[in-house]
């Protein structure tokens, strides 16, 4: 079984082929496109059609192509979730940013938080909770 990504409203399947999909639309912007992400965390390669590129700097409202909601974390400002069922059926939470070129990823796994890209740090105090207070969140 190879890894999947689920959306985080209607569990529909967000990896195709060898690519996440998702929508963006720019905020404050009537511009919008479909994205493609590469599934391996950590690398920030991003394809579009030529006629949507994403613009360095910009923020994104990311959302589900198959059930249209939003997938931008109301709790966390500047993130993204998703689901990823890895090959032993285990659920992790995965954040990303939703600025165009900022490179940072979250693997959340129970109380267990996975970092990695180089603006990481941006993002840390999120997830810089003490493990006994995670059981509230
Ligand atoms: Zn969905």
Redesign the pocket.
Same mark, same amino acid.
């Given at each position: 079984m190879a890894i999947e990504y689920l !959306?985080k409203? =209607?569990r529909?399947h967000l990896n195709v082929k060898t690519s996440i999909v998702l929508a963006a639309t720019k905020v404050n912007s009537s511009r919008r496109g479909l994205i493609f992400l590469n599934p391996e965390l950590g690398n920030y390669t991003v394809t579009t059609h030529p006629s949507f590129t994403l613009e360095e700097g910009q923020e994104y409202l990311i959302t !589900?192509p198959? =059930?249209h909601?939003q997938l931008n974390s109301l709790k966390y400002a500047h993130l993204v979730r998703i689901i990823m069922v890895d090959e032993q059926n285990k659920e992790a939470d995965i954040y990303f940013s939703n600025i165009a070129g900022e490179k940072c990823t979250y693997k959340i796994t129970g109380t267990n938080v996975e970092k990695k890209g180089p603006d990481a740090a941006k993002y840390d105090k999120y997830f810089d909770i003490p493990d006994e207070d995670r059981k509230y969140l």
């Open positions: !959306c409203a =209607c529909g !589900c198959i =059930c909601s």
